[in-house]
């Protein structure tokens, strides 16, 4: 898994190395790192058009040390110093001997309309707010140039623990981070300002703390994915029964009912008033248009896409949420449950919330800008697992460990989509997998689905069902036969 670490954590770790090695050689190490990357970004440096956007501090040194580097490799590099009388001494004077220069803000003229490459310095973890003059003019010129737009650990303007972006902040196209991910690289606007995340080892790993907050892999995810095996069966893999859907708007029943059964459970059981539509789509489930008492044996539950919110809906969800079952609560139920949340407070089953961001609103809060925060919260006050949806999804337990989703993309932000997710995380929770877990591997098998079935445009939820299967070969490192391929 990888690790996403604050930065206080970040510099927390940062203090035993400074302290042991001499003076200078962190921040080298790190300037190597972003040289390196840089170079490999340019490919011929040599005659490359280099600006280096440099404030005061550490960030800014970052910045001229690599600098150097690529003009030693014979790029034509510039250093633009937002503040000179700050400007970090040592790189400045490592710049300028490998035959680079530093001019003011008044003296840019075409450079930023013709760079091939602009190297953000401008503020780092520790920026607050957005850019201030001359800055943010200078960083918006240089967005509307075809410049290669790399930003030195987190892009300025953006909040390296939250994603926040308050005014103006640096568009990078590459993110080149030091020691460990920042979650503000990975979640809210902040993932849109980072571009593609390079991290670079400066030899924190020995002094971070272990981290709270998670990205799974595709390794990850296999690894939790359980595989048939010669003695099992269908009861063997995990039962989960779905209630979703009614019978005047069928829809979130067979979408929810179709990922299960693509996830590749023993079995899927339907309960519900949307039984005709379900059974006609998916004879492979076990379907009922009874009550949940009347399905069946389950190792899990869904309940309430497309449920409704009216009396009946509401004696379903209690009577799931009195089972001694892992539950995944979603949709309508949500809604019943914002109005009494004491169903769920102090279950002892696991549960799931997959809240959207007006969902999780009806909570009694707004999510903010800290979304990792605000999920982690609503967790430990229900007691339950939350899995708050958008273009980042943040899954959180109660006990605050977090997962940041890497997986998706924006074309997923259609209707029934999130009926998808709740059949996918329900499977596997009847798996057995612990409920955190089983969210965080929906979310990314989601995505994947999601990314198979775009190829770059437009989809529908059901095509999302329909590349369940792929998405899951391709985590586990397999095309399934007699599927074609995608393209991506």
Known sequence: ????????????????????????????????????VCLRL?????????????????????????????????????????????????????????????????????????????????????????????????????????????????????DADTGDVLGDAFPATHTVTFGAVKPGLVVGDGRAHAGEVHLVDIGLADHLRPARTHQLTDDDVAA????????????SQGVVGIVAGSATYPGAGVLCTGAALRTRPGLVRYAGTAADGVRAAWPEAIVTDGRPSDAGRVQSWVVGPGMGTDDDARSVLAEILA????????????????REPDLVRGRKAPTVL??????????????????????????????????????????????????????GTPWLATAGTGDVLSGIAGALLATGLPAVEAAAVAAHLHGRAGQLAS?????????????????????????PAGLPDSGT
Do not use: C, W
């Open 1 to 36: 898994m990888i690790g996403l670490h604050t930065a206080a954590e970040v510099r927390a770790a940062e203090e035993p190395l400074l302290a042991a090695l001499p003076d200078g050689a962190l921040m080298q190490r790190a300037a190597t790192g972003l040289g390196a």
């Open 42 to 158: 340019l490919g011929r440096p040599y005659g490359a058009g280099v600006v280096l956007l440099v404030g005061a501090g550490n960030n800014g040194g970052d910045a001229l040390y690599a600098g150097a580097l690529l003009a030693g490799r014979g790029a034509r590099v510039t250093a633009v110093l937002l503040s000179p009388d700050r400007a970090h001494p040592g790189g400045l004077a490592a710049l300028r001997r490998a035959g680079g220069r530093a001019v003011s803000p008044d003296d840019v003229g075409p450079l930023l309309d013709r760079a091939d490459l602009v190297l953000d310095g401008i503020v780092g973890i520790g920026g607050t707010g957005g850019l201030r003059e001359p800055a943010a003019a200078l960083v918006g010129r240089a967005a509307a140039s075809p410049a290669l737009m790399v930003a030195v650990d987190v892009p300025s303007g953006v």
């Open 224 to 235: 939790r994915l359980p595989v048939p095996e010669a003695g099992d069966d269908k009861y």
């Open 323 to 338: 089972t001694d079952l892992p539950v995944l609560v979603d949709a309508d139920a949500l809604t019943l449950l914002a």
């Open 354 to 407: 997959t809240p959207h961001d007006r969902e999780f609103a009806r909570f009694g809060n707004e999510v903010g800008a800290d979304r990792i925060g605000a999920a982690r919260r609503l967790a430990d006050e229900l007691g339950a697992v939350v899995l708050l949806k958008g273009e980042a999804t943040v899954v959180a337990d109660p006990d605050g460990t977090a997962f940041v989703n890497a997986t």
């Open 455 to 479: 190829a770059g445009g437009p989809l529908i939820a059901g095509d999302l069902v329909r590349h369940l299967p792929e998405a899951i070969g391709r985590v586990r490192g397999v095309r």
